[in-house]
């Protein structure tokens, strides 16, 4: 949800500029949709930090040690969140260059690997701290393996030119679209008939 259907958007556009040929502006387009991804993490650790600040008054019924816990996994979830943002825009991007078995087998993978690595590290520290330590850790190589192989597989670039207010305003109306879209999805899969 916090992707607020920017990365289909990001789909959509890309598909768009490159069936025009227009190289300049997908670089464009692109800029712009990763400085908005850079707007919504910061806005998203600025709510996590307020966030984290009261999580001593949220759990005011557990010790002290567990609300330390507490906070230090959602310190840690609020990092992998703003790192995980970025992923979601590769992820469109892929699609747009019809990737998609990149983008299946590095979910697998990162799945594997995350399955792995929490199976060896919780018998050495057992602690949920553990776990989300490891979602940290593959969601940074998840995006470290996206920024690699966005240069070798496709011949697109993220370059930002100039601000499109007209192009900005047009993004924002699909994107809502999307994320309207994604809420009632996401109420209609939790909620019982």
Known sequence: VLDF????????????????????????FLGMA??????????????????????????????ASQVRTVSIIFGILILKTCIDLFNHAYSGLYAAY??????????????????????????IYQSAIVVAIVDLLVVIVKLIVNIFMLKR??????????????????????????????IVNQFNSNIDN
Do not use: C, M
Not at 5 to 28: A, D, H, P, W
């Open 153 to 182: 597989s496709t011949s697109s670039r993220i370059k930002l030119n100039k601000w499109d207010s007209l192009l900005f305003k047009e993004v924002l109306g699909f994107t809502s679209s999307i994320f309207i879209a994604t």
């Open 34 to 63: 990763f400085w908005i991804y850079a707007l919504l993490s910061f806005i998203v650790a600025v709510v996590g930090l307020v966030v984290l600040f009261f999580i001593p008054q949220i759990f005011n019924e557990i010790s």
């Open 5 to 28: 259907g920017l990365g289909g958007t990001i789909t959509r556009y890309v598909v768009k500029y490159r069936s025009t040929n227009n190289k300049e502006g997908e670089q464009n």
């Open 98 to 123: 019809e990737q998609f078995a990149y983008n299946k087998i590095l979910t697998l993978v990162g799945i594997g690997i995350r399955f792995g690595l929490v199976l060896s590290f919780i018998h």
